[in-house]
Structure formats: structure tokens, C-alpha cells
């Protein structure tokens, strides 16, 4: 299990622990349940890359300690 801190610079900063083998799609979902917030309103990104719901977190080398930018729709 790898865990991943997603901020999303308003204070709200969420650890997350997950399988690499997961989709971006349910790291939303482990987000929504601890946020409140949809999985469908919410944006994942990293710089000027957004992540894609169906491609999984080893696919984009998501790592043990990675910070994710997290967004609104």
C-alpha cells in the first residue's frame, strides 16, 4: 500500500492510502469519502497534468509519498 497527500491549497490537505494497481477513478472515491466532496466534482492534477479517471496510479509512477494538487469542478 502506498500512501498519496492530496492539498488543495485552501487548507484542506487529505492522506490517502491505496493500492498502485488503483485507478485514478477510485482514489477519487477514497478522497469523496474522506472529503464529503463528489468523486465526480473532483480534479486531480500534478503541474500542468491532468489525470485521467481510467489509467491506474503505477501507470502515471505515482509513488509512496507523492503530493497531488487537488481541484474543484
Do not use: F
Not at 498519496?4 to 482514489?27: A, E, F, Y
Not at 503505477?58 to 487537488?70: A, K, R, V
Amino acid at each position: 500500500m502506498i500512501e498519496i497527500i492530496c492539498n488543495d491549497r485552501l487548507g484542506k490537505k487529505v492522506r490517502v492510502k491505496c493500492n498502485p494497481s488503483d485507478t485514478i477513478g477510485d482514489l477519487k472515491k477514497l478522497i469523496s469519502a474522506q472529503t464529503g466532496t463528489d468523486a465526480s466534482k473532483i480534479i486531480l492534477k500534478k503541474w500542468y497534468t491532468t489525470y485521467k479517471n481510467s489509467i491506474s496510479l503505477e501507470d502515471y509512477e505515482i509513488h509512496d509519498g507523492m503530493n497531488l494538487e487537488l481541484y474543484y469542478s
